[in-house]
């Protein structure tokens, strides 16, 4: 069984930074795909940002130059470093693993955590 746990959420003044962390715990053989999405009150989820396996990034433009997407696999974690936050980057985030298991790949996400950015 595959768990991912997410952390780092909270509430932070505009202009400040916050890290999210995601890590996967379980019966893992490997992790493909990692990213972040976020879910803003009364919008769909959206991509944030998204690391292969070869370190490959692909951020949403809203976000360009102001975060970063990183990766540990050994501790098979994925990070976001959210820096000069906005109001506008408020949502809940989750994170998204491709993981491949004994017995099949499939996308996996972790729990939501909420972003809170105040003028």
């Known amino acids: 069984q595959v768990q991912l746990v997410v952390s780092g959420g909270g509430l932070v003044q505009a202009g400040g930074s916050l890290r999210l962390s995601c890590a996967a715990s379980g019966s893992i053989f490997s992790i493909i795909d990692m990213g972040w999405y976020r879910k803003a009150p009364g919008k769909q989820r959206d991509l944030v940002a998204a690391?292969?396996?070869?370190?490959?990034?692909n951020y949403a433009d809203p976000v360009k130059g102001r975060f970063t997407i990183s990766r540990d696999n050994t501790k098979k974690t994925v990070y976001l470093q959210k820096n000069n936050l906005k109001p506008e980057d408020t949502a809940v985030y989750y994170c998204?693993?491709?993981?491949?298991?004994?017995?099949?790949?499939?996308?996996?996400w972790g729990q939501g955590t909420q972003v809170t950015v105040s003028s």
């Open positions: 998204k693993m491709q993981i491949t298991t004994m017995v099949y790949t499939y996308d996996y």
């Open positions: 690391i292969t396996t070869a370190g490959s990034k």
